[in-house]
């Protein structure tokens, strides 16, 4: 599902994006016992639980979320030639990487990311499932050497910055960071339009800004979360290319013009 190595111009589409009309879904939705299981690793975060609801989880979780990545990759990725790469290592893990203390999430996310880098060191357009709800993002941390820096600096002191981030949170988004990239816990929030940057973002060691959706909602939409999650996409598309566009980043990933 890789789409073919696009122009260095591809980098720089436009929200609203194409795509195909009718969208072409394979995407029917997160059954119920999907949610359930989730629910219960919530409830109980260790491998036992795990391994109890893998099956559940396999075939309500991974299996369909699966094909939400590849209607995504199909109607969106392909047809505006973004160079993402969308089938390898795009997925997190359940199960957490603890030394061997058997601890588990309860949500399972997705992003695309560009080649030479890898989906935790690049910036994150992320896709992710909860026990209750499913939620969109752009998430860039300190794992991502080389480009966390530059697009910290240039959202905390470029002046286009907030009416970017602005229009998202008008739109139900929070801005989040972290002074720990591995403890998010305790980390300031923010949902209503800012008259200036906040303090300590120039200092942060990992920034959200994402929006989450109900059980109930995702329910409802069914294949048209699909379509939901390209809407998010343009929204967060200005934001995106705000971070990425930093000529320090432009020339790493020999994207400039």
């Given at each position: 599902?890789?789409p073919?190595a ?7 589409a436009t929200?609203p994006?194409r795509?195909?009309?009718p969208?072409?879904?394979?995407f029917e939705g ?7 299981a989730?629910a219960?690793l919530?409830?109980?975060p260790?491998i036992?639980?795990y391994?109890e609801?893998k099956?559940?989880l ?9 094909r939400?990545r ?6 969106w990725?392909i047809?505006n ?17 603890d ?6 999430h309860?949500?399972?996310w997705?992003?695309f990311?560009?080649l030479?880098?890898?989906?935790l060191?690049?910036l994150q ?10 939620r969109?993002g752009l ?7 080389g480009l966390?820096g530059?697009?910290?600096q ?5 002046a286009?910055?907030?009416?970017i ?17 591995t403890k998010?816990?305790?980390h300031?929030e ?6 200036a ?7 942060a060691?990992?920034?959200?800004v994402?929006?989450?959706i109900?059980r ?6 069914g294949p ?5 999650a390209?809407d ?13 566009d930093?000529p320090?980043?432009?020339?790493e ?5």
């Amino acid at each position: 599902m890789t789409p073919d190595a696009a122009p260095p111009s591809a980098f720089h589409a436009t929200a609203p994006f194409r795509r195909r009309d009718p969208l072409d879904l394979t995407f029917e939705g997160f059954p119920p016992e999907g949610y359930q299981a989730l629910a219960r690793l919530k409830a109980n975060p260790h491998i036992g639980q795990y391994r109890e609801d893998k099956e559940a989880l396999d075939r309500a979780v991974t299996a369909p979320f699966k094909r939400y990545r590849d209607d995504l990759a199909l109607n969106w990725v392909i047809p505006n030639a973004l160079p993402f790469e969308t089938e390898r290592n795009v997925f997190s893990r359940i199960l957490k990487n603890d030394f061997g203390r058997g601890g588990s999430h309860s949500h399972l996310w997705m992003s695309f990311y560009r080649l030479p880098r890898k989906r935790l060191t690049d910036l994150q357009l992320s896709h992710a499932v909860y026990p209750d709800g499913f939620r969109w993002g752009l998430y860039v941390g300190e794992y991502a050497k080389g480009l966390f820096g530059p697009a910290r600096q240039r959202l905390a002191e470029d002046a286009a910055a907030l009416p970017i981030l602005n229009a998202l949170l008008a739109r139900g988004y929070r801005l989040a960071f972290a002074p720990h990239v591995t403890k998010p816990e305790g980390h300031p929030e923010f949902t209503e339009p800012l008259d200036a940057v906040p303090d300590g973002l120039g200092r942060a060691k990992g920034i959200w800004v994402m929006r989450k959706i109900s059980r109930e909602r995702a329910e409802a939409l069914g294949p048209g979360l699909v379509s939901a999650a390209i809407d998010a996409q343009e929204e967060l598309w200005p934001l995106y290319r705000f971070l990425a566009d930093a000529p320090e980043l432009q020339e790493e990933m020999g994207m400039r013009k």
